[in-house]
């Protein structure tokens, strides 16, 4: 009698353990991403070269919907913000709260991965202390990737600077500043950086800007999503990029994004637009 309930008891506990271990795997999928969702026909790493003249959809893009608990950001990212008006969207920074952060901000990504090659956006910053528009490459551990990044970064504060930024295994050795012959909060500009294995160089309207390699620090190395966004951070942020005093729905415009593969010859968006400034033939 004893013997049988012992084994009752035995099969109850490796139940209620084979339950426990399906909850744990199934908790373990909800919360990993998985790079699969992303629709296989737009394929990580392929060259792509979008027009917002032409569409802006969900199939190319994803726009962030969601508010990180966090000391970085000061905003959430809102849907709303963002704007599809030919030739181009507007990503918009304002003060409506988005709890539990103060402000709302803006950000959409390419769908897909990408790696070595040639990043262009044609662009127009945002303006206003606290204000940061952005083109960059990213991953991070989210995707089970270290953190790796290249940046091409606005301050509102003084848009007549460019900071260029690289992050390779969540490490960086500082902003890189380089100074404008023109406001980039007056005028739309075409502002590119190419990534390869030992070097990363920025341009701007397609003269090289700056460029750094192996030798000056360490180059990323893993493919990550294309991300524009609008934001305002922290006050430990506040020597960086200024107080928060910008002008109500400030905005940044983007009206080309451009990705061409190392080795690659596909059409990019300087391939469009003269100077960044307008469509070649308007």
Known sequence: MHGHKRLARSKHLVLIAFALVCAAILITAVKSPARAVLP???????????SFSNSFNDQDWYISDF???????????????????????????NRKPAEPQPFSGAEVQKRGFYGYGRYEVVMQAARGSGAVSSFFTHTDATFGDPHDEIDIEFLGKNTRRLQANIF????????????????????????????????VTWY??????????????????????VIMNVWTG???QFSW??????????????????????????????????????????
């Open 40 to 50: 296989p026909d737009k394929g990580d790493g392929k060259s792509f070269n979008l």
């Open 234 to 236: 922290s006050p430990q």
């Open 168 to 199: 390779t295994k969540g490490k960086t050795r500082g902003g890189i500043y380089i100074d404008l012959p023109f406001d980039a909060a007056e005028e739309v500009h075409l502002y590119a950086f190419d990534w390869q294995p030992d070097s």
């Open 241 to 282: 990029h200024g107080e928060p005093t910008f002008p109500d729905h400030t905005k940044a415009t983007y009206y080309c994004v451009s990705f061409r593969a190392a080795g690659d010859t596909s059409s990019q968006c300087s391939d469009t637009y003269e100077n960044g400034s307008r469509p070649i033939g308007h």
């Open 67 to 93: 508010t990180l608990r966090s000391t970085f950001f000061r905003v959430g990212w809102v849907p709303e913000n963002v704007r599809h008006h030919p030739p181009s969207i507007s990503l918009e920074l």
């Open 204 to 225: 701007i309207d397609g003269e090289l800007a700056h460029s750094v390699t192996s030798r000056d620090r360490p180059i990323p190395k893993t493919p990550g999503r």
